[in-house]
């Protein structure tokens, strides 16, 4: 029982003593890899202690990837890196520029002795619920893309309540759960509203919104703008077999399909931001410089990044709605 050592009195919980010991015993190669620790009742016997402070020590040291679990047989010594005081389970839906963007700006912020893991599920329930399933008690924090993917909500409930946060997209459901989310419903509304003297030029509104991996929000909230200040609307699934009219709008989600609404009205020898207008969702660079500057509404995918890190790190109840600008280009 030489490498752990309880106190009373120390003012410190008994748990977290049994981690700094297993710590230091490793730092001093008195543990090495593929070391058995003691067993837990040997643990408890020895200190006077109950099975669940024991349990939350060797747990969290699991959780961090330091120590692992043979059923049966006990706790072993996985890793010596002790530095490492946090391992994040990080469930992407897919791999785009916005994400790279949110995730780059994760790891610049939230420091050195955090192991990151990342993950995609793309949009596919059973992929989803799988990668939830087999990482359930391997992290301290679990990061999770839920985007409108239904019956996930049981999978997520299966993980620490205390050790989940929700990115990007949230819902009713999932209210109990710490988040930094996009409100799309009020972002696409806020943008429209605040571009509106010149949305008044045109004759018709038209949303491309496929609906497959599109949030809700978007169409909702396109909608509500559009009927509360009268413009005529449309919402098509896809850009196909279609000519653009003079005096269009096109609200564009999918870079895709903005690619080819400038690819058509190219062939059209329509002139962007006169003729017709495009706003696009979300920020790149390129947009930047498309066919002259392509106006968006964007949600700040750095700040994303560094809030999440700062809820990570301060261990974050707080629900927060990440800012969203309209950004004025010649498009529009």
Request: one cysteine or more; aromatic letters at 10%; hydrophobic letters at 40%.
């Amino acid at each position: 029982m030489n490498v752990i050592s309880v106190q009373n009195n120390l003012g410190l919980p008994k748990y977290k003593q049994i981690i700094l010991s297993i710590e230091k015993a490793i730092e001093e190669e008195k543990l090495v890899k593929g070391d058995r620790l003691p067993s837990v009742n040997k643990v408890c016997l020895a200190f006077s202690l109950s099975r669940d402070t024991v349990l939350q020590g060797y747990d969290e040291l699991k959780k961090r990837g330091i120590i692992y679990a043979i059923p049966g047989k006990g706790y072993y010594v996985k890793s010596v890196e002790t530095t490492i005081k946090h391992k994040v389970f990080l469930l992407f839906d897919e791999l785009n520029i916005f994400k790279e963007d949110i995730y780059n700006s994760f790891l610049k912020n939230i420091g050195k002795n955090v192991q990151v893991d990342i993950f995609f599920h793309h949009f596919n329930l059973q992929v989803f619920q799988k990668l939830i399933n087999d990482s359930n008690g391997n992290y301290t924090k679990y990061i999770i893309m839920p985007t409108d993917l239904n019956d996930l909500v049981d999978a997520i409930k299966t993980l620490p309540v205390n050790e989940v946060i929700i990115l990007d997209q949230t819902n009713p459901d999932l209210k109990v759960y710490p988040a930094i989310y996009q409100n799309h419903k009020k972002d696409i509304f806020e943008g429209l509203l605040k571009g509106k003297t010149r949305l008044s030029k045109y004759k018709k509104l038209i949303l491309i919104f496929p609906g497959s991996k599109e949030p809700l929000g978007m169409k909702l909230g396109f909608e509500d703008f559009c009927t509360q200040y009268h413009f005529e609307y449309e919402i098509i699934r896809e850009f196909t077999d279609r000519e653009i009219t003079i005096g269009d709008l096109y609200i564009i989600p999918n870079d895709r399909d903005l690619v080819k609404v400038i690819e058509d009205a190219g062939n059209q020898n329509l002139k962007l931001g006169s003729d017709f207008g495009i706003i696009s969702y979300n920020e790149t660079p390129l947009k930047k410089i498309v066919a002259n500057g392509i106006t968006t509404i964007s949600t700040h995918f750095e700040a994303m990044g560094e809030i999440l890190a700062e809820m990570v790190l301060k261990g974050s109840k707080a629900q927060i709605e990440n800012k969203s600008s309209l950004i004025m280009r010649n498009s529009l």
